[in-house]
């Protein structure tokens, strides 16, 4: 249907076209004529050679107005495609943002959920463990070590719980009760292996805890022989595998 119509546009531009030339041609081949007094065989001459010469330009005008109407068009056309596919990006990328807006808010979140409860599993962890520590020596210590002492080496226990071992004060056993190197060892050995801190600290721990029980051994000494398994009143408590309570044994 367009086709059509395109169609005959052109032949009716062509036909008004051929009026105007030919038209043109016989008032140029009159107007000459008349100072030849119209002699027919000079009129004729004159008429086509108008006719052929307003052909020529008519076909020429039209060859270049076509090439003009082509460019002109084109880059009307480019401008309409960048022009449309730029909008269909912009469209794209509207129903894209907000997803990734709320993708990326959510799963920001996540991950700072995932970090609380993670934070808040080791601090209740290691409260628990510190829980555990402190009854154990209360029952272990109890009956060597006066009320403020046992409250002075829950605060050593916490030093080197924090890496601050050289905070330690010193402490002793009551003059009825004096209670034994092994036994200091042991209790040292079992406390750390909770905390998982180092021989050496432990060692440091228990010498600046009971210097006077402790008198005759040096930190070397006692970072090395702070496992050694002998009779004592405080045994070796080695933890479960993955678990930091102590056993009930005497």
Same mark, same amino acid.
């Given at each position: 249907?367009?086709?059509?119509?395109?169609?005959?546009?052109?032949?009716?531009?062509?036909?008004?076209?051929?009026?105007?030339?030919?038209?043109?041609?016989?008032?140029?081949?009159?107007?000459?004529?008349?100072?030849?007094? $119209?002699?027919?065989?000079?009129?004729?001459?004159?008429?086509?050679?108008?006719?052929?010469?307003?052909?020529?330009?008519?076909?020429?005008?039209?060859?270049?107005?076509?090439g003009l109407f082509t460019t002109t068009s084109s880059s009307t056309t480019n401008k309409q495609?960048?022009?449309?596919?730029?909008?269909?990006?912009? $469209?794209?990328?509207?129903?894209?943002?907000?997803?990734?807006?709320?993708?990326?808010?959510?799963?920001?979140?996540?991950?700072?959920?995932?970090?609380?409860?993670?934070?808040?599993?080791?601090?209740?962890?290691?409260?628990?463990i510190m829980i555990a520590i402190r009854e154990y020596v209360v029952e272990k210590t109890s009956k060597y070590l006066?009320?403020?002492?046992?409250?002075?080496?829950?605060?050593?226990?916490?030093?080197?719980?924090?890496n601050r071992v050289n905070d330690c004060q010193p402490i002793h056993s009551t003059k009825e009760a004096k209670i034994s190197s092994p036994s200091l060892r042991h209790l040292a050995w079992n406390i750390g292996e909770r905390l998982g801190v180092s021989r050496r600290d432990r060692a440091i721990f228990i010498k600046s805890s009971f210097p006077y029980e402790l008198r005759n051994a040096d930190i070397e000494y006692l970072e090395a022989n702070l496992r050694v398994n002998v009779?004592?009143?405080?045994?070796?408590d080695v933890p479960d595998k993955g678990d930091f309570h102590f056993h009930n044994n005497t």
């Open positions: 249907m367009e086709n059509n119509i395109q169609v005959q546009k052109a032949a009716d531009i062509s036909s008004l076209a051929g009026v105007v030339i030919v038209s043109l041609s016989a008032l140029t081949a009159y107007n000459i004529g008349e100072k030849f007094n $119209h002699n027919i065989l000079f009129d004729a001459t004159i008429f086509i050679i108008s006719l052929v010469m307003l052909i020529l330009t008519f076909a020429i005008f039209r060859k270049v107005m076509a495609v960048q022009s449309e596919c730029s909008q269909e990006s912009n $469209h794209q990328n509207a129903n894209q943002d907000p997803v990734e807006e709320e993708q990326i808010p959510d799963s920001l979140e996540r991950y700072e959920s995932i970090l609380v409860e993670e934070q808040l599993k080791e601090v209740k962890r290691k409260r628990d006066s009320k403020e002492n046992i409250s002075t080496l829950f605060r050593n226990i916490e030093c080197i719980a924090e009779p004592c009143d405080i045994p070796i």
